[in-house]
Nanobody, 115 residues
């Protein structure tokens, strides 16, 4: 059974930084893609950033130049470095992994940006 476990969420002040981590277990192949989505009440769960096993990245326009995604293929772990945080970045962040076209999701971790 594939499981994704997130860590690193919490409370941070505007302009601050946090680093999210997500480790996949029960996976016997490299995940084709890993990424992060976020969701706030009343809104759709939207892609923040993703990265393929080959290292190609994709970012939402709102986070480009502030967030950086990376992964360790051997560990099937993905990271999201979040800098220059804004209050509008407040959301539940979900780890996502894709293997053979199947999406797997973590339970989410809350990131709150507030003074």
């Amino acid at each position: 059974q594939v499981q994704l476990v997130e860590s690193g969420g919490g409370l941070v002040q505007p302009g601050g930084s946090v680093r999210l981590s997500c480790a996949a277990s029960g996976v016997f192949y490299e995940l084709d893609s890993m990424g992060w989505y976020r969701q706030t009440p009343g809104k759709q769960r939207d892609l923040v950033a993703s990265i393929t096993s080959g290292g190609s990245t994709n970012y939402a326009d709102s986070v480009t130049d502030r967030f950086t995604i990376s992964r360790d293929n051997a560990k099937n772990t993905v990271y999201l470095q979040m800098n220059s945080l804004k209050t509008e970045d407040t959301a539940v962040y979900y780890c996502n992994g894709i293997l053979f076209g199947v999406h797997y999701w973590g339970q989410g971790t809350q990131v709150t940006v507030s003074s």
